[in-house]
């Protein structure tokens, strides 16, 4: 039987490698310069109903050691003791906290050691909230993907990449990032002309002049967006469940793809993914299962108003093709038939009242790869499913065959934001119960189209947020920029689900009422 992460899941080590012992005072250090020094700053993320994960990077070899409270000024609190940051983890180091308060903002921070001289960082001090096991007070989460695209980094010369101060003001419980965490495939340069002659500069580091190809550029390409102030300011005080997709990697990726880019001297995406893999779980606060090393998908509870269930579209998928078999199999696979069952059994076994699902795709965007093949699920024709539809359709179907009630779809990807409503009134498939898809983005990255929709499942393009005439890669300056906002509301238990812009003005919401 699935369950939310326990406690053993959240150990980045072993559940008796982290002893919660009383506080006691650290030394004092006073010569900053012989300091071991946090430059990415600090995060947690893989918040729920088991536990949380806290994160850091060192910038030489240390202890890593984690204080929690729930007062702010620490007056009682706990000490765990960490892992070590070390070379062969590129001085990154997490670990997972369990048996926390639910329902209580909790404070933390952070205190590295040096090993060879003992000297101990300066404190670094975040907060989180953990889940409320009641259901007496709302739940609230926000979304949104894809950051540093089509040549877009952080700029300088407009504070950077201030949507995730935007997101953080919003005051969500936990922010969901759809994938595109990183664009390993997009080099930057100093100075880009966009849209009327404007100037887009970015700042640069060594790295991201180029397509990332080796373990040490990946992670580059994770400490580059750190460098941004917005980010890790959200990252202080807004727990982040991740999921990827492509650009981690390499653009439009797929299980065994050989690549035919002049830019890349290593052409084997399964290497280069395995390479993405290892810096992702570096540098995000999401824990490796010890019953599934490398695994992305899983449940975060949330109580018994929210479940969170993130998907990975990317690891298992088929050959990018006409996207027209007419079986579920390897060359129709979309999830996989692993994943699928997973999805499908954990969201029957869900009590929460409202299901969310994180996808780095959405359903029925239209997303062309070259020549009549399809990046995304949708092949462009009416009639019965076939290629990746085919696992849509049995998940579609299995939600209605178990009466799973209030089942949300968020995601990101297409670069814009938009409402989707899906009905089989209006499908050629008819096997389901009508349901909402949200999209919401990029972070910082240039705009794309709207999309046509497939028309299997009968989605309703409710909303887009758009021109239509929007040059494709439009750049951020252009300020179509965008995140969602859900909250469940603790009273109604119904869920308002609103779009917003870069500087967080709402676009758009609807407030969707929970069927018992």
């Not at 290892?278 to 490796?288: D, M, Q, S, V």
């Not at 297409?414 to 089989?424: F, I, S």
């Not at 898809?437 to 910082?444: C, K, V």
């Not at 869920?495 to 009422?513: A, I, K, P, Y």
């Amino acid at each position: 039987m699935t369950q939310p992460l326990s406690r053993r899941d959240f150990l980045t080590r072993s559940a008796s490698s982290a002893l919660i012992l009383p506080l006691s005072a650290p030394a004092i250090i006073t010569r900053d310069h012989r300091r071991p020094k946090l430059e990415q700053g600090i995060a947690t993320g893989d918040v729920s109903t088991s536990g949380a994960v806290v994160w850091s990077r060192a910038d030489r070899p240390c202890q890593m050691w984690v204080e929690w409270s729930t007062y702010r000024d620490f007056r009682t609190a706990h000490r765990v003791r960490g892992p070590l940051a070390l070379k062969k983890s590129d001085f990154t180091a997490k670990l997972g906290l369990g048996q926390l308060p639910p329902g209580q903002e909790l404070f933390y921070r952070i205190i590295f050691e040096d090993l060879k001289t003992h000297v101990l960082s300066e404190p670094k001090t975040g907060r989180f909230r953990t889940p409320d096991l009641t259901g007496l007070w709302p739940s609230r989460f926000a979304w949104s993907g894809d950051v540093g695209g089509q040549g877009y980094g952080i700029n300088p010369k407009i504070g950077g990449m201030t949507i995730f101060e935007a997101i953080r003001q919003s005051y969500p419980d936990v922010f969901l990032h759809c994938g595109d965490v990183i664009y390993a495939d997009a080099p930057l340069r100093a100075k880009k002309t966009v849209e009327s002659k404007k100037t887009w500069h970015n700042l640069l580091i060594p790295e991201k002049k180029k397509v990332a190809e080796t373990l040490s550029e990946f992670r580059a390409n994770f400490r580059y967006n750190l460098i941004d102030h917005n980010l890790r300011q959200m990252n202080e005080t807004l727990p982040t469940a991740f999921t990827w997709d492509d650009h981690e990697t390499k653009n439009n990726w797929w299980p065994g793809r050989r690549l035919s880019d002049a830019r890349y001297s290593e052409k084997s995406c399964d290497l280069l993914s395995a390479r993405a893999r290892a810096a992702f779980f570096e540098y995000c606060p999401l824990a490796h299962r010890a019953d599934a090393p490398g695994r992305i998908y899983r449940r975060l509870n949330q109580g018994p108003n929210l479940d969170i269930f993130m998907v990975d579209s990317r690891s298992y998928r088929g050959k990018n093709g006409p996207n027209r078999e007419e079986q579920i199999g390897p060359k129709s696979a979309f999830y996989g038939i692993e994943q699928l069952a997973w999805l499908c059994r954990s969201l029957a076994e869900s009590r929460s009242i409202w299901k969310v699902v994180v996808c780095p795709q959405p359903l029925s965007v239209l997303i062309n790869h070259r020549g009549g093949t399809f990046e995304g699920a949708g092949n462009g024709l009416a009639g019965r499913p076939r290629g990746r539809e085919l696992e849509i359709a049995e998940l579609l179907s299995f939600i209605k065959r178990n009466h799973i009630k209030n089942v949300v779809f968020v995601t990101a990807d297409v670069h814009y934001a938009a409402a989707h409503h899906y009905d089989p009134k209006r499908g050629s498939f008819k096997g389901f119960n009508p349901f909402w898809e949200f999209l919401a983005g990029p972070l910082n990255a240039g705009n794309f189209g709207p999309n046509p929709l497939d028309p299997t499942f009968g989605p309703k393009q409710v909303f887009q947020s758009i021109p239509n005439h929007l040059k494709p890669g439009t750049s951020p300056l252009s300020g179509h920029q965008f995140y969602g906002l859900g909250q469940v509301d603790s009273q109604t238990k119904r869920l308002t689900v609103s779009l917003h812009g870069q500087d967080g003005r709402e676009l758009w919401s609807t407030e969707l009422t929970a069927d018992s």
